[in-house]
């Protein structure tokens, strides 16, 4: 360890990391973190302070981009007035730029990409040492990492990857441009990951990949992510499984079977349509048609009745007509999604769709994406309404944002909950346990509470008594 720390009273380095973009990102700092505290840095939240400034990137839109340029542009007077301040750029606009990064930014130390982010330490070293810059964009590379499992933010929750990288190509993305080919990591790996996780205490796992509906491809077994599931399953002290992302092409009976007879697989799915037309679905190239995708949410509601399922929508692809979009309007209001996230169309440098002509308008893009928001923000409140009087098993996660003296958690369906702490209700918890008093001596435990109120994104309640 070469790095001295500038400033404050602690004698580590301090290193600052923003994150941008999706949970594979956020996991991505998690790991660079845990990497960096194993070589002796401290993690502060406050930039003015920090040795060492990171940004992990995001590059699914332009405009995410753009507003990282805007960040590094902000720091180069602080460089100019600490020339030993290291900043660096890591993850998919690393990736995706490269050395346009350095030309554009002279300032910045270090550009490193979704594969080699794991060396981080040696690099801010060699930065250090030698004060040169450093492009390390390999792409040949496989990730592989041995997780620092104490070093979390959250302690109770935690993502874990299983894959990583995409070979699907849909038209409109950058992502297998920028996160490489699928790489399944193995069972084995995942497994012990888990264990020691659960060991550290925690009790609910998301598995990540771009595709974990493809998981096992490329390894030497028979491996999918339903017999993947079955596996973690039997790990002791595992309350909660998710997954994220599934492709519909992907999705098999196997997978929702598991869902529905595995105890801690929980009953929700993120299955991305993208768009109820056929005609745009094939332009996305996404290799299914919307009566598949139908077929899939009639299995899984058939083999796990009490399941949520959410969706992301693009509006104003390239050639969406009224047509198409009626028929995205349609296959919205049959589904009955518990939640959307809908993006406007914008063309991506590089994507296989920045060749069609982007002929729908900013005007009419703007208006789709409005009656989706409000079609799902209609649907979701019903859907909600209907679990007033019923009781839902929350894991608290924290404090209400809005107000301290209420908890806040999730549904195993994956819905939001605040409620009132439990002490309300058990006022003899507070005679037998001196933390009571407080609602966050509840952070990370499973509690009951019956739903009284409910709006489109959160439902209300107290803990049964
Ligand atoms: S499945 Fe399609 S949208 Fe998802 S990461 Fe791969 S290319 Fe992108």
Redesign the pocket.
């Known amino acids: 360890m070469t790095i001295k720390p500038k400033t404050g009273n602690n004698n580590l380095p301090k290193v600052f990391i923003k994150t941008f973009g999706c949970q594979m990102n956020k996991l991505d700092s998690e790991l660079i973190f845990g990497s960096l505290v194993k070589k002796g840095y401290m993690l502060v939240s406050d930039e003015e302070i920090a040795d060492v400034i990171l940004f992990n990137t995001c590059s699914v839109r332009q405009k995410a981009e753009d507003k990282v340029y805007s960040q590094l542009g902000r720091l180069k007077k602080r460089k100019e007035e600490r020339p030993d301040l290291i900043i660096g750029v890591m993850g998919c606009m690393a990736q995706n730029e490269g050395e346009k990064i350095l030309e554009r930014m002279p300032h910045v130390s270090l550009v490193c990409g979704t594969r080699m982010f794991l060396k981080l330490p040696s690099f801010l070293e060699e930065i250090n040492r030698s004060n040169r810059q450093i492009l390390a964009i390999n792409e040949d590379v496989t990730v592989d990492y041995d997780r620092l499992v104490t070093q979390r933010l959250n302690r109770f929750s935690a993502f874990v990857s299983i894959m990583r990288g995409?070979d699907?190509?849909?038209s409109y993305?950058i992502?297998?441009y920028v996160r490489g080919r699928e790489f399944s990591r193995s069972v084995e790996d995942i497994v012990n990951e888990v264990k020691g996780l659960v060991d550290d205490g925690c009790k609910e796992i998301t598995l990540l990949g771009?595709?974990v509906n493809s998981y096992g491809k490329g390894l030497h077994s028979n491996s999918t992510l339903a017999t993947l599931l079955q596996k973690l399953d039997t790990v002791d002290g595992i309350e909660r499984i998710r997954f994220v992302?599934s492709?519909p092409k992907d999705m098999s009976k196997e997978i929702l079977e598991a869902v529905g007879e595995l105890r801690s697989v929980c009953e929700h799915l993120h299955m991305p349509a993208q768009s109820g037309s056929d005609r745009i679905l094939q332009k996305m190239r996404r290799f299914y048609t919307s009566s598949q995708y139908r077929e899939l949410i009639d299995m899984a509601r058939d083999l796990v009745p009490d399941i949520t399922i959410a969706s992301d929508f693009i509006v104003g692809f390239p050639g969406e007509s009224d047509d198409d979009f009626n028929d995205t309007v349609t296959l919205m209001k049959e589904v009955r999604y518990q939640n959307c996230f809908t993006f406007k169309y914008s063309p991506r440098t590089g994507t296989y769709a920045e060749k069609f002509v982007d002929d729908v308008t900013e005007e009419i893009k703007k208006k789709r994406n409005h009656i989706l928001l409000e079609l799902q923000s209609e649907i979701s409140t019903k859907m909600n309404k209907e679990k007033i009087g019923k009781s839902v098993e929350v894991l608290v996660e924290g404090t209400s944002k809005t107000d301290k003296s209420k908890l806040t958690g999730r549904t195993r369906q994956n819905q939001i909950v605040v409620f009132h702490s439990p002490e309300r209700f058990f006022p003899e918890h507070s005679i037998s346990d001196s933390r009571a008093g407080d609602p966050s001596s509840f952070i990370g435990k499973l509690v009951n509470v019956t739903i009284n109120d409910a709006t489109d994104l959160t439902l209300y309640g107290c803990v049964r008594e």
């Open positions: 995409c699907n190509y849909c993305c992502v297998p771009q595709n992302t492709h």
